[in-house]
Each structure stands twice: as C-alpha cells, then as structure tokens.
C-alpha cells in the first residue's frame, strides 16, 4: 500500500497538473507587485518562496537531480550548485533589465528535466560514451532557471526605489521555499528507497520526468511560436 | 551512483515518454492553454473552453479601456424620452467622435459632470439639434462624460456612435 502510495505520489510530481498551468505570476501577487511602493521584505520573501514552492518546472530538475544522491553531503552539493546558479542569473537579470524571451527560457528549463531524467537513466553513457560532469550541468541548467525566475518578476515594472532590497528578499523566499519543497522531496524519497520497489520503478519514474519535461517543452515553445 | 540500463530499456523509455507527452500536449495542454485542438478531443472535454474564456477576458478588458480605432456603439432612445451615454474619463483626456441616426433630429446636450459632486453641476461643451455630429473634446474635469439625447418624435431613434481615445465606458444612464 505504502509501496503503490509513495509510487503514486512521486509519479504525480512528474505528471503536469491543472493548478501547475498557473506558472507565472498570479493575478493577486501581480496587483501587488505593480503597487507596491519602496522596500517590503517580507512580502517579497512571501512571494520567493510560493514561486518556488508552486514551481512545478524548478523542482521536477530537483527532483531529478537528487533521485540517485543517496548522500546528504552529496545533496547539499549540488542544491547549493543550482542555488548558486539561479541566484546569480536572478539577481543579474532583474538588476540589468535582461531582455530574454520568457517561453524560450522555460523551454529550456524544460529541457534541463529532460536532461536531467535522460541522464538518470545512464543514457549519456549509452548513448555516447561519455558522462557530462553532473555538478557542473546542474549549476549551468541553474543558471537558466534563474532566467527564468527573473523574467517572471521582470514582467512587471518594479519600483525602483527598494529594488535591489526587496530583490534579496525575493531570492531568499526562493532559497526558502527551496529548503522547504525539498525537505518534503527527501523524506518521501528516502521512504521509498527503503523498499525494494525503488530499484524497479527508478527507470520509469526517470522516464515519467523525461515525459514531463518534454510536456513542459512543448508548452513552452507552443507559447514561443503562437503568443 | 545511478544503475544504467540497457539500451533497449533505454530506447523504450525514451520513445514511451515522448509519445506520452505528446498525447497529453495534444489532447489536454494545448487545447486547454492556447485553444490549439488539432484532434478536436480537447473541445469535446470542454478544454477548449479554458483558453477561449482567457482570450475574452483580454479583449473585454481592452475594449472598455478606450481605443486608437474608432469603436461603434448602438444606442436607441425610445419615442419622446431622453437618455444619457456617458464615458468615464480623467481630466484632459480626449475622445474624438461621430454620431449620426437614421435622419430623425435629436436635440443633444454634450456634457461632463466632475467626479464626486452633489451639487447637481455639469458643463455643456456642444447643444445643438441635429441628426449627425462629429468633432472632438478633451475634458476640463475628471468625471463622466457625454452625451444626454432627446428624442421629441413618436418613434424610437437609432443612432450609431463611433468614439475613440481616452476612456473608459460607463455606458447607458436611463
């Protein structure tokens, strides 16, 4: 039962949802964002946070990346590895007012759960004989998200006044609700490697992710070519 | 670290997730954000509905916001009665317009009451019975704005009117 629950539970993770159609910006957080005035840290801390937290797209390649780390010392690796990356790219974007086309960012990050569940798979080696460095495709890939998480704030004209305060806010919420989306991830995870079914549905929970990711792709360059 | 697999599990895998993808994306995703239904499933799921219901919102919200292109109102105002059509606009926006019936004179009284006033005042930019009008104004005062039509004939008049620029619509005060 718990085998078939765990199961489930992390299939779901991998399979997208109706609410998860809603990445972006809510309509609620986007009337604050456009009327706020001046630093307000905790609002922005709020809002990092339920980004990442309703970032189905952030945490299906977190997912992935930690689903053969069986140590912690490896896991906080390679999340610090994609904290470094996203936060840089989201402080930068932001504060240079990038200009990157947002569908093609998130495709992108789609790509990287394709990547990322491809890889799970030994498929690098299979395929061609040569294993790309992990640590340092989940900091580039890192970077990428980060495009992402900026331009989804950059959609709306910021107040300049507090921007670089409220900006770490932001990125803190994101680290936060990181921390948070990835306690829960580990737990389930660490219960189902206990059970023998682990070894026998890795393949196909790295192959529902691989499913995911190309389901997150196409939305996104669906986005690019028609809107 | 991670198991690899075999080849042939591997190149299952790869081809079960694509199809899967693209049954979803086809059937459920695209039809539900973009109103794209190549197979005609997601508009027999209702998907198609989700999409479509965005798009209006969009335009609804445009259309009432004013415009840089004419936008054609139909007003009728019934035999010896008056109305009012009036546009909600802040001071000095401008709305340039036309109007015109089907012949039949109407007096009219274009106008602008401020904002939050009790005392009943209002400034009439152009009086004047007429059957067809064009021009423009820009207001002096933040508040609504247009047009109070009498019809003195025994039937009802249309009239077509054709406004553009600053505004939003408040629209029919009977």
Request: glycine residues 12%; proline residues 0%.
């Given at each position: 039962m718990i085998k078939v629950l765990t199961y489930l539970t992390i299939a779901l993770l991998a399979l997208v949802s109706?609410?998860?159609?809603?990445?972006?910006?809510?309509d609620k957080t986007r009337a604050f964002l456009e009327q706020n005035n001046g630093v307000q840290f905790i609002p922005f801390l709020y809002i990092g946070a339920k980004h990442m937290i309703t970032g189905y797209d952030h945490l299906l390649f977190l997912v992935g990346v930690i689903f053969?780390?069986?140590r912690s010392r490896d896991v906080l690796l390679y999340v610090t590895m994609f904290t470094i990356g996203h936060s840089t790219t989201l402080l930068f974007g932001v504060l240079s007012d990038i200009q990157v086309n947002a569908y093609l960012i998130d495709a992108i990050i789609g790509f990287s759960v394709i990547y990322k569940g491809f890889d799970n798979l030994g498929g690098f080696k299979l395929c061609f004989n040569w294993q790309p460095n992990t640590q340092w495709a989940v900091l580039i890939f890192g970077l990428f998200h980060g495009f992402g998480l900026a331009t989804k704030l950059q959609e709306f004209s910021l107040a300049d006044e507090g921007l670089i305060t409220n900006l770490i806010a932001f990125n803190l919420g994101v680290e936060l609700g990181q921390f948070a989306a990835l306690a829960l991830i580990l737990i389930m995870i660490n219960a189902w490697r206990k059970l023998p079914s682990f070894q026998r549905f890795s393949t196909v929970t790295n192959t529902a992710l691989m499913s995911a990711g190309v389901m997150l792709m196409g939305l996104q360059l669906a986005g690019y070519f028609t809107i | 670290m991670q198991h690899t697999v075999s080849t042939k599990t591997l190149v299952k895998a790869s081809i079960s997730a694509v199809v899967v993808a693209a049954i979803a994306l086809v059937t459920f995703i695209l039809p539900a954000e973009y109103n794209i239904d190549p197979t005609g499933i997601g508009n027999k799921l209702g998907l198609t509905a989700l999409a479509q219901a965005a798009e209006v919102e969009t335009t609804s919200l445009e259309t009432t916001k004013g415009t840089d292109e004419f936008q054609t109102i139909e007003v009728t105002v019934p035999a010896g009665r008056g109305i009012e059509y009036k546009f909600y606009m802040k001071q000095h926006e401008k709305m340039t317009y036309e109007w015109l019936t089907d012949g039949v004179p109407l007096y009219f009284d274009l106008h602008g009451e401020p904002e939050?006033?009790?005392?009943g005042y209002f400034e009439s930019y152009v009086i004047a019975t007429t059957n067809e009008m064009k021009g423009s104004y820009t207001t002096p005062f933040e508040g609504s704005h247009g047009w109070y039509w009498k019809n003195k004939s025994d039937k009802p008049v249309s009239i077509q009117l054709m406004v553009k620029g600053q505004y939003e619509v408040i629209g029919l005060k009977q």
């Open positions: 109706i609410e998860a159609f809603a990445h972006g910006v809510d053969f780390l069986y | 939050g006033d009790t005392t």
